[in-house]
Structure formats: structure tokens, C-alpha cells
């Protein structure tokens, strides 16, 4: 399967008479946009801008989610919900690189989180770098919280297609080639290196812990195959409201850093046979079940190593670990990626399992650290102590007199990224 | 920070001070401005970045028998004079100094939120007691070592007090702490996972950011041998509360736990309780919080003499995210609890 990734550079936001792409500049039609939102669970529907370097705090934030197009090739971008389910992740896909959807309103489920443009909150979170279309809707009364969940979601996925299109013609300023080949050519190339795959964990607790895989609740799944360049087209898509330090967005899948470092490698260091998804249910033997099979599959490509990947915490820590030791049990050498819940002073454990077979792990850090976020000029959103006392890694009195908070940096979005998206680490002192 | 000298306050025991040996151990906490006794070699060893500001002195036996009232007459001491860093001894293998030293360090960390430098012997206990809660430099066992230790503690105090990130023990010279600490490092989470596993395929030597620890295993308990004589406590980490969270349990981390009583309540309703969990789709606990705490159903058992009774009454925290240690914790205090008030069994719920 072989993908063109065009990225056209942003440089700015701006609202205008007419959506477009211009001089990197992204105009956005705000009436436009808000009439293509429609939905009759959302009362209201409203559109914002946010910029890096400006004091605003957009809270609290569900998704986050690139602005991409399928320009040629089968399929449209986010299989299952805004194209058909075609196969995608072939052929032509242009990006607003540097552009972002985020969608706020009423909060859902108590783990949405906080992005500031600026101050010391904005070096934790990748969307303080990306300029943002923050899309602010409130459910109708009575709406339940799955209803929310659901048309906040595809709210957030029709916005990044709306926008996207503005990119179809335009000419990208650079396009990136990702040839991922089948199986048997694949085993084929590069015969002196050794052969590795991705084990790609999706948060799939349930009740708002929620990632889809074409439109498909990933709780449903066994582990599958997938093509890396078929989720740089929006396969896989997060209906989650876990913690936001470690959930990952939309955003994050589209750009899935692991998939991309690993491709960047392929045929230099070692031979990058495919991606296994696998789902975090929540009962001993679906887990059982599904690392059985995450282990099978990875044995069936015949690799010597591969990375895995967890989403959220605690629960999914022995998913992790059941994943990890099957394979390593198999001989085929692992390396995990987590985050850690280490308390506010780091001197708890970290990790809810482990395992003595887990000898290589890279954390994305201790999300329990504590943070202050000093006042934002600007709110998008809803930054009363109804929201930030409240949402996961707040506490009751983080929002302070003076409209700083003090929080953890769970609270934060993308902070401890699971898909090792950030430069934070954690070490003992 | 660049022309502002940094403030260092000084602890040190009756007997660096000058007062007295063990016979004057029981003099109560004192101040006085400036340097005291090894204060005067860590003010030469900090040169002109920082400055002590003023000295704290307890006799170690006053300290240890009065450690509550004399802990937070130090602080208090401590704080007037509003330091950036607290340097603690050193106390050597001074065992009731070195405990006061840690202990002083615990409260300031605490109560201040300002570190605090301190020296011992490795087989001082306090160490291992306190290890956590301050950078504790590696002496000889007596004042002997006096002139290593304090240009070791004064490198520390100038890098605290300057706010620059701190290295590990080995790279710093301090003893362990066991503390994660997040840090800015130079390539992205997933370049770091590729390259630790070309490491590990090559057979080459690599670090991993995470030591997995090794697990308590706990028991299971004997079986109970006559359920309908038993009294049966419930207990939740899914955060069924009193409707409007009276304890405001946090959604996530929680640093508490409740204990309620419900006594003569036989069914949990969305008017009276609800949960304070922030990690699940709250809507069927708040309908109906017996799905996660089953009053319901044990009143009927109680009733129908298939349980011995109810206890009167129910804990419950958040589990979400909450640190293994907060967790141990609240454990301990309400198991304590539960024994003291005769129960026999407890259903834990969790979500």
C-alpha cells in the first residue's frame, strides 16, 4: 500500500468570507462551518480561533483532530463516520499541517482536558503549537452522556473534513512517500535485517472509554492486521474521555509518532513488517483472549522485536504487561511505552502490573506531577471550578481565587502521551 | 535570581551549636541569625551565591520525645525567614540527629514546599526513614568527614536554589530518594522506544526510563466458615458517596477516602447517593448507586438471615488513578477500623 502525504504548511487561522487555503493561511467561513455541524443532539454550536503564543486556555477539550482530505485513491479520510468504509491509506491524502480542530462544550465525562496557547501549561500539550478551530458545542437537555459523547465526536471529525477540503487543491509544501508493501514482499526486502512490528493498544475500557477502528467500537475487535498508512487517513478514531494527559486523540492516531519513527528507520535498522491493533476490554478474558491473540499474530509475521504501546492507565497496566510477556515468552524481544501514576511526590508505584520480562520501557512521565497554570486572558470553554475542580487531575479547590490552577498535569491534554508524541520522560532522583 | 543571593536557613542539633553534649539533649527549638558552629564552614563553601540567613537549634532528645510541637515550632522558625533551600545537619551517624534532621526535612518539604539539603552516614536510620523527602548526602560516619560533606551539600543547595533541574543520585552525588521526577529530554517518546529496540535486538547494552518493580502478593484470607452469622462491611474504590460528595473526594488521584453511615438506609437512589468517580460514564451509578455498592441486595440477605448484618458502616474512595500509596494508605486505616468494630468479611467493589 503506498501513500503520498501532502503537507500544506499553516501559518495562521483566520475567520472569512470563504473557507480556503491561502499563502498558508487557513480562512474559515465561520457560518458555513457551524451550518455543515448541524446535529440535532447539540443545542448549540459555536466556532473559536486560538492561536501559539496567545494567552487563552481552551477547557475542557474532548478531541483534537488534523484537517486532512483524500485527494486521490479509494476512500474518504475517517472511514465509518465521515467517508464510507472503504479501504483507505493509498494513494493521496493532503494535510493542513500545523492546523487543528479542538472540540469543547460541556464537559462529558469528567476526563476531558486543558490546552493553554501559552505560559508553562503549553510546553506539555502539542496543541499550544497547532493553530486551532476550537469548536464549542453543548448537548440538548436530557441528551445522555454516550449521545454526547457520540455527536461531540463526529462533530469534531466533520469539522477537520470541512476544513480539510480547503487543502484539495491546494499544492502541498511538501510530500512524504510511504510505501508499506504486503506481507510476503515485505518479509522479502532487507533480508539482513532484523524484522520488527507495532503493537498498537486502543483504549476500549468502555462506558466513554471508547476508541473506533473504521467506524467499529475497537471493544468489539480481536486483534487485526492494518497497513501503517491506513490510519494516516483517520482509520482509527478516539471516542475516548479517559484522562487527558494520556488519551489519545484523534490527532495523535492520524500522526501516530511510533508508526512514523519506526517507518523512518525501515531498511536502515531493521525491517517494519506491520501494525497489530489490539483493544484494553476490561474483563479478564477478553484481556486473556486478546493478548493471546495479539501474541499469535505477531508470531504469524515472523518478527524479532516490537514495540507496544499502551493507552490510559491502571487497568490497560496489565493488557501491557499480559501483551509484553506473551511475546517476550515467544522470544520475540519487546519494548513497552507507558506513562506513570507515581503520586504527587513520585514516591508511589508507578504502574498498576508488572513484569520482570518488561526489562525496556520508556515512560512518557508521572502524570500525578503537580503543575500551576497561572490566568489566561481568554477562555474557550468553561473554566469555573465546575469543570477544572472536577475533570481528572484537578482537585477540589485547583482553581485558585485568581483564575490560576494548581493540578496535575493529568489535567493537561497529551501530557504523558502513551504514543511517545512528547520529549517528557521521568527518572528517579 | 542572577543578583539575588539565594536563602538558606540552617538546622543543626544542641551539640553542633556549641551548647552541650548529651546533657543539654533537651533544649528546646531556638534561632538565632547567621551562621552557628558547621554554618560557618557551609557559608564559606557557598561563596557569594547564597547566603545563611539564619540558624535553627534543637536538642535531638527535646526533638524526638516533642516531635509533633517541636517540628512545627522549626518550621515556623524556618519560615519567617523565608528560605529557598534548608540545608539539615549534616548529622553523620548520629542516629536521633540524623531522624530529627529527616524529620524536619519531611515538614518543610510538606508544609513549605521548599527543599532541603541534609548529610549522613548511609546506616544512619535516618536515612532509609527519610530518604524521600530530602537530598541526603553520602558522609563518613563521624565529623571527621566534615570537610567532603559540606562542598557537597553547598554544590546541591546553589543548584536547588537556582531552580536548575536535578540530576540522578549517582550523577549528583546525593543518596537515592525513590522519587520519579519528569524531565525534558532530547528526542520524543517514540524515537526513544526505536532506538531502545534496535538496542535490544542488537544485543546491545541499553537503559530502560522504567525498573519494573517487584509486586506484594497477598494472601487470600481463610474462607468464612457461617456467612449468616457474619457481620459484612462494604467497601468501594467506584465513589459512591452521599449525594453532593460531603467529602469532595477528588474524580481521579484521590488523596481520601469516606467512611458513611447507613444505618436504616436499605436502597441507594439517585436522590441520596451518587458516585465522585471520574473514570467511568457516572450515568447507571447515579441512577442507581447499588450497582456498585449493593445495599440493596445485602438488606433483602440481612433480612432473610443469609448475612449475619450489615455493618453500619461503608468506605469508599476513587481508584482512578490513585497512587498505590495513597491507596495502601487508606487501607490500612479502615481496615484498622473494620477489626476494631468486630467485622468479619468485606465485599470490595471496584468499577
Known amino acids: ?429 | 535570581m542572577s543578583d539575588k543571593k539565594i536563602r538558606v536557613v540552617h538546622y543543626i542539633n544542641q551539640f553542633y551549636a556549641g551548647i552541650g553534649g548529651e546533657e543539654k539533649a533537651d533544649v528546646p527549638p531556638s534561632e538565632q541569625e547567621g551562621v552557628v558552629g558547621p554554618g560557618l564552614a557551609l557559608k564559606t563553601a557557598l561563596g557569594n551565591e547564597a547566603e545563611v540567613v539564619a540558624t535553627v537549634i534543637c536538642g535531638d532528645s527535646y526533638f524526638n520525645e516533642n516531635l509533633e510541637e517541636a517540628s512545627k515550632t522549626v518550621v515556623e522558625m524556618i519560615k519567617k525567614h523565608n528560605p529557598d533551600v534548608v540545608v539539615a545537619g549534616p548529622a553523620f551517624n548520629a542516629g536521633r540527629y540524623g531522624v530529627a534532621c529527616g524529620a524536619v526535612a519531611k515538614a518543610v518539604l510538606d508544609q513549605l514546599g521548599i527543599p532541603v539539603v541534609s548529610g549522613m552516614f548511609p546506616e544512619n536510620p535516618g536515612v532509609d526513614m527519610y530518604r524521600k523527602y530530602a537530598y541526603i548526602v553520602e558522609t563518613g560516619n563521624s565529623a571527621a568527614s566534615m570537610r567532603q560533606a559540606i562542598p557537597q551539600i553547598a554544590k546541591l543547595v546553589i543548584k536547588l536554589g537556582k531552580g536548575e533541574p536535578m540530576g540522578t543520585a549517582a550523577e549528583e552525588g546525593y543518596m537515592e530518594r525513590g522519587v520519579r521526577k519528569n524531565i525534558f529530554v532530547e528526542k520524543r517518546g517514540s524515537m526513544r522506544a526505536v532506538e531502545m529496540l534496535v538496542a535490544k535486538l542488537n544485543d546491545q547494552p541499553f537503559i530502560t526510563e522504567y525498573p519494573m518493580p517487584s509486586f506484594d502478593r497477598v494472601q487470600p484470607g481463610k474462607a468464612i466458615a457461617d456467612v449468616s452469622k457474619a457481620k459484612i462491611a462494604l467497601v468501594t474504590s467506584g465513589g459512591i458517596v452521599p449525594k453532593g460528595n460531603p467529602d469532595r473526594i477528588e474524580s481521579s488521584s484521590a488523596s481520601k477516602f469516606g467512611k458513611y453511615d447507613i444505618a436504616g438506609v436499605s436502597d441507594l437512589t439517585a436522590d441520596t447517593y451518587e458516585t465522585a468517580h471520574g473514570g467511568y460514564d457516572p450515568t447507571y451509578a447515579n441512577t442507581d448507586a447499588d450497582r456498585v455498592l449493593p445495599v440493596d441486595v445485602l438488606r433483602e440477605m440481612e433480612a432473610e438471615g443469609k448475612i449475619g448484618e450489615l455493618h453500619r458502616y461503608y468506605y469508599a474512595t476513587v481508584g482512578n488513578g490513585t497512587s498505590v500509596a495513597n491507596a495502601a494508605k487508606f487501607a490500612k486505616e479502615i481496615a484498622a477500623q473494620l477489626v476494631a468494630d468486630g467485622v468479619d468479611a468485606v465485599i470490595l467493589t471496584s468499577t
Open chain 1, 1 to 429: 500500500m503506498r501513500l503520498e502525504l501532502g503537507n500544506i504548511f499553516i501559518k495562521d487561522v483566520q475567520f472569512g468570507a470563504e473557507t480556503k487555503v491561502e499563502n498558508g493561511v487557513l480562512y474559515v467561513n465561520k457560518e458555513e462551518l457551524i451550518a455543515h455541524l448541524q446535529d440535532e443532539r447539540l443545542a448549540t454550536i459555536d466556532v473559536d480561533l486560538a492561536r501559539p503564543g496567545e494567552s487563552t486556555r481552551i477547557v475542557p477539550v474532548k478531541d483534537a483532530i488534523e484537517p486532512r482530505v483524500k485527494v486521490e485513491g479509494p476512500g474518504g479520510v475517517f472511514p465509518g463516520f465521515v467517508g464510507k468504509v472503504d479501504t483507505v491509506g493509498s494513494g493521496r491524502t493532503h494535510v493542513l499541517k500545523g492546523a487543528c480542530v479542538l472540540t469543547t462544550g460541556k464537559v462529558v465525562g469528567f476526563q476531558e482536558g486543558i490546552v493553554d496557547m501559552s505560559g508553562p501549561g503549553a510546553e506539555y500539550t502539542p496543541f499550544s503549537q497547532t493553530y486551532n478551530v476550537v469548536i464549542i458545542a453543548n448537548p440538548v437537555e436530557g441528551l445522555e452522556r454516550h449521545a454526547h459523547e457520540a455527536a461531540l465526536r463526529l462533530a469534531g471529525l466533520k469539522a477537520a473534513a470541512y476544513l480539510g477540503e480547503a487543502g484539495r487543491n491546494v499544492t502541498p509544501d511538501e510530500v512524504i512517500t510511504y510505501d508499506c508493501p504486503p506481507l510476503q514482499e515485505a518479509l522479502k526486502q532487507y533480508p539482513d535485517l532484523p524484522k520488527v512490528a507495532y503493537v498498537y493498544m486502543l483504549q476500549s475500557q468502555g462506558l466513554l472509554h471508547d476508541t473506533y477502528l473504521y467506524g467499529v467500537d475497537a471493544k468489539q475487535i480481536l486483534p487485526t492486521f492494518i497497513y501503517p498508512t491506513e490510519v494516516m487517513d483517520g482509520a482509527i478514531v478516539s471516542g475516548n474521555c479517559v484522562s487527558a494527559c494520556d488519551k489519545n486523540t484523534t490527532y495523535h492516531h492520524l500522526n501516530s509518532p511510533i508508526i512514523h519513527d519506526m517507518l523512518a528507520r525501515h531498511g536502515k535498522d531493521f525491517n517494519f513488517i506491520g501494525v497489530v491493533v489490539t483493544n484494553e476490554n476490561v474483563t479478564l478474558a477478553d484481556k486473556e483472549r486478546s493478548s493471546n491473540f495479539t501474541a499469535k499474530l505477531v508470531e504469524w509475521l515472523g518478527v524479532d522485536g516490537a514495540i507496544i504501546s499502551e493507552e490510559g492507565f491502571g487497568n490497560p497496566d496489565a493488557d501491557l504487561i499480559m501483551n509484553c510477556t506473551k511475546l517476550e515468552k515467544k522470544g520475540i524481544k519487546t519494548v513497552c511505552v507507558t506513562d506513570e501514576y507515581a503520586g504527587r511526590d513520585g514516591a508511589s508505584q508507578s504502574l498498576a502490573d508488572s513484569s520482570p520480562l518488561a526489562n525496556a520501557v520508556v515512560t512518557a512521565g508521572n502524570a500525578n506531577e503537580i503543575i500551576i497554570l497561572p490566568p489566561m486572558e481568554k477562555i474557550i470553554g468553561d473554566a469555573s471550578a465546575d469543570v477544572v475542580d472536577v475533570i481528572a487531575g484537578g482537585f477540589s479547590g485547583s482553581l485558585r481565587p485568581d483564575g490560576s490552577i494548581m493540578a496535575e498535569i493529568q489535567i493537561i491534554t497529551g501530557a504523558t502521551n502513551e504514543l511517545g508524541f512528547n520529549k517528557m520522560s521521568a527518572r528517579m532522583l
